[in-house]
């Protein structure tokens, strides 16, 4: 099998320090980086040849020439790379005047580790999507829903059905539960052959959010140079995923309806409507219908986009996928660092793993089992390698009455599970804790027999 190239980064900083230092972090978490501390040997290149750069890190004090200045250089010369700007200002100014320019995002020298290798992760999807998008080129189908617990099959079920399906679609569920990678489910199962794009509406600044979402006409703003599509327009014929659509601004809800009702998107400051296929999908933690109630969002809006609605459930309610999210979770830790020496996990991480809580879902699973996979010393996991708080901590009560209604079958299986961890794994106690036989204990273990989505 053809092996896929890996991400190139260039890293532009007049600092050979700072520069070499970035550049070291990032190759060694597998990227292959370029770094140059002289801008206008970066800008001679855009000129003079193809520099197809995925991600790019650049200063904003560069001397000479600002480093917004080089980034206008990335844009006009039609570069699909994702810029970060590097910056020893904090300010919003700062931010808006970057995010406005064109920059994917900012970040606050001196980067965190893990911040720097998780914004530009993010930035190389962006990238690669739209040089995809750029070619006219299908993006990659998302991987599958993980798990075979019953929970996640109805969530299957319930994505097969409603994918071919044309509509839009909310998706509910807790923060952390994988409520984009259904929304990406959705839309590989659809007849839709253009980019899926995914917008976090509470990670956008308010200024900020009207030019991402439906674009803006050069004069717009100070600083709007140019006409800029926005993410409508580059999801024509695709599907849009809004995030947390429960943080949107009132005033653009009206917009967002108009969108939804007319098939037409106006940028800001433009005088001509143009006319969109996209698919919406959105998702909240929140609830929505308190929302309407409280004025902090719009009944109409609700109406339009709450057609169908998916529920992703929370982790701690199909503990049971937990082994096969490990390893999932593991394989792809392994292909982002090379270098780890983490294997598999010991019985007994594993089954301290099936009873941590899980306040943060199936995310906060992913980023333990990244630290567990940077950190751990030998191939197999045990419970020394496990990071705080998920070492040591007891599993949450099994009372936590939420969301939809749940069969009684699993609420006995949970009790049985939660009752068997505090017998230390004892089933002869348990039962007799539970006042019940041991078959009728074991019979609640082993939880409702599996049944065949409709």
């Known amino acids: 099998m053809e092996q896929e190239p890996r991400t190139r980064v260039l890293v532009v900083d007049d600092d050979p320090e700072i520069a070499d230092g970035l550049g070291r972090k990032l190759t060694y978490v597998g990227y292959a980086v370029e770094v140059a501390t002289d801008p206008a040997v970066i800008i001679e290149r855009l000129r003079n040849e193809r520099a197809d750069w995925d991600v790019v890190l650049l200063d904003v004090g560069l001397p000479g020439i600002s480093g917004i200045d080089v980034l206008k250089q990335f844009r006009d010369s039609g570069s699909q790379a994702a810029v970060i700007m590097l910056t020893g200002d904090a300010s919003a100014t700062t931010a808006t005047t970057c995010l406005r320019a ?18 530009v992760e993010s930035a190389a999807r962006h990238a690669i999507l739209r040089r995809r998008l750029a070619r006219d080129e299908e993006p990659r189908p998302a991987p599958l829903l993980v798990g075979e617990s ?10 097969d059905r409603l994918a071919s399906h044309d509509v839009a679609v909310l998706i509910q569920g807790e923060s952390g539960t994988g409520k984009e990678l259904v929304a990406r489910a959705l839309h590989v199962g659809s007849a839709r052959t253009r980019a899926f794009l995914a917008i976090n509406c509470s990670a956008i600044p ?6 991402e979402l439906f674009g803006h006409a050069r004069g717009a703003f100070t600083g709007a140079t140019t006409d800029r599509d926005g993410v409508f327009v580059e999801a024509d014929g695709g599907s849009l995923f809004l995030d947390e ?8 809800q009206a917009k967002l309806l108009h969108v939804l009702e007319s098939g037409t998107v106006r940028p800001l400051g433009a005088t001509k409507e143009r006319a969109v296929d996209v698919r919406i999908i959105v998702a909240t933690h929140r609830n929505l219908v308190r929302a309407t109630q409280d004025g902090s969002f719009r009944k109409d809006l609700l109406y339009r986009l709450d057609v169908v609605s998916i529920v992703v459930p929370a982790l701690r309610d199909h503990r049971e996928d937990i082994p096969e999210l490990l390893e999932h979770f ?28 899980w306040p943060g879902n199936v995310r906060e699973l992913a980023h333990t089992v990244e630290k567990v996979a940077l950190l751990a010393r030998s191939a197999q996991v045990t419970l020394a390698d496990l990071p705080d708080p998920v ?3 007891p599993v949450a009560e099994p009372f936590d009455f939420h969301g939809e209604i749940r069969p009684l079958r699993e609420l006995e299986r949970q009790y049985a599970a ?37």
Not at 206 to 211: A, G, K, Q, R, W
Not at 434 to 450: M, S
């Open 418 to 454: 939660w009752a068997l961890t505090q017998t230390g794994g004892h089933r002869g106690r348990a039962a007799e804790k539970l006042g019940v036989d041991p078959k009728t204990l074991r019979k609640w273990l082993d939880g409702p027999e599996r049944e065949e989505p409709e």
């Open 150 to 159: 019953s929970a996640m099959r109805r969530l299957q079920a319930a994505v």
């Open 330 to 357: 593991l394989e792809e830790a392994r292909g982002r660092y090379p270098h780890t020496v983490v294997r598999v996990f010991s019985a007994e991480a594993s089954s301290q793993l099936r009873r941590y809580a």
């Open 102 to 119: 064109g920059a994917f995002h900012y970040l606050t020298k001196p980067c965190l580790p893990i911040e720097l290798a998780s914004t």
């Open 206 to 211: 308010d200024t900020l959010i009207d030019s």
């Open 245 to 252: 659509i429960g943080e949107m601004p009132l005033s653009l």
């Open 391 to 393: 070492n040591g901590t």
